[in-house]
């Protein structure tokens, strides 16, 4: 039995998908809560044994086997470092956001872009909000996306969520930092890059039933008639300014989300569910419009 492992598997040639050679796909995602208190208990060992690891797996939702490892190893040094066992804080800590490291106001910046991914996900029905965390490298929303068939509105409701931690920033702060672009799977070019496949990829843009086939490289706007490109930006730009009507129908809890995940860096999913359950598809109908 041959075995290989891809972070990409879309970019695999097809040949090697044939019949007869790699033609079983297993996809393996990231471990959830449940998980990750059973692989930090494989590694605790006879250590922490009555401590219940629930809230600890919560905690580190979005991270790997390999990641709650190296924070046993950590909270381990720690306890040896102070001469003393090892204690359910020392491990909260290895696992826990180091979200103090952010000066303040980037603490505040990333604090308000996560809330406003994930109120926008919350009343747009698009999926569960997991977790929300603040580390030394910014911030993030953790999210279990719900399956769902592709249309036009559908695609403009996701770009709306792409584009809600940029909407929060312009909104609370009048202007926008470079966090939601530079990266190809950042948020402006994860819009950009579904806009993209609706036009020339599955048929739900304006060229009608034309299609590559393929999902559409980035770098085709490069070569895009200007017309084509403006049609783009604009469609865009409703998806921001709708983004921002919803986050203004739900300032206070925008506020208020922002401010607790600054303080403390991390908001599980139990949390999330009771914050933000009565606000699903609360505010905005099907087809993306304000009702």
Do not use: Y
């Not at 970019?11 to 796909?25: K, S, W």
């Amino acid at each position: 039995m041959v075995i290989g492992a891809c972070n990409h598997p879309e970019r695999i040639d097809p040949a090697i998908r044939r019949a007869g050679r790699f033609d079983d796909l297993v996809h393996i995602t990231r471990p959830d809560s449940a998980a990750l208190a059973t692989i930090l208990r494989q590694h605790l060992g006879n250590d922490l044994a009555k401590v219940d690891l629930t809230h600890l797996g919560q905690m580190a939702v979005g991270r790997s086997g390999a990641d709650c490892a190296a924070a046993v190893r950590t909270a381990r040094a720690k306890a040896r470092r102070a001469r003393r066992q090892l204690e359910e804080r020392d491990l909260r800590d290895a696992l826990g956001p180091d979200h103090q490291a952010l000066p303040l106001p980037m603490r505040r910046r990333a604090a308000l872009h996560e809330a406003g991914h994930a109120i926008i996900i919350a009343v747009l029905g698009l999926g569960i909000v997991k977790a929300l965390r603040i580390s030394a490298d910014g911030g993030e929303t953790i999210t279990r996306w719900h399956p769902t068939e592709q249309t036009a509105a559908q695609a403009h409701r996701q770009c709306i969520a792409h584009l809600g931690g940029r909407a929060a920033e312009l909104l609370m702060l009048g202007d926008a930092s470079a966090g939601a672009g530079g990266d190809p799977e950042a948020d402006l070019a994860r819009a950009t890059r579904l806009l993209l496949a609706c036009e020339f990829s599955l048929g739900l843009g304006d060229h009608g039933h034309l299609s590559i086939g393929a999902d559409p490289d980035l770098r085709l706007l490069l070569s895009l008639p200007p017309a084509t490109r403006a049609k783009l930006q604009r469609r865009l730009d409703r998806a921001m300014e709708d983004a921002q009507d919803i986050l203004c129908q739900h300032h206070a809890l925008l506020e208020k989300l922002a401010r607790d995940l600054e303080t403390r860096g991390f908001i599980g999913e139990a949390e999330l569910a009771f914050r933000l359950g009565p606000w699903r598809r609360s505010t905005f109908d099907a087809s993306g419009l304000a009702s």
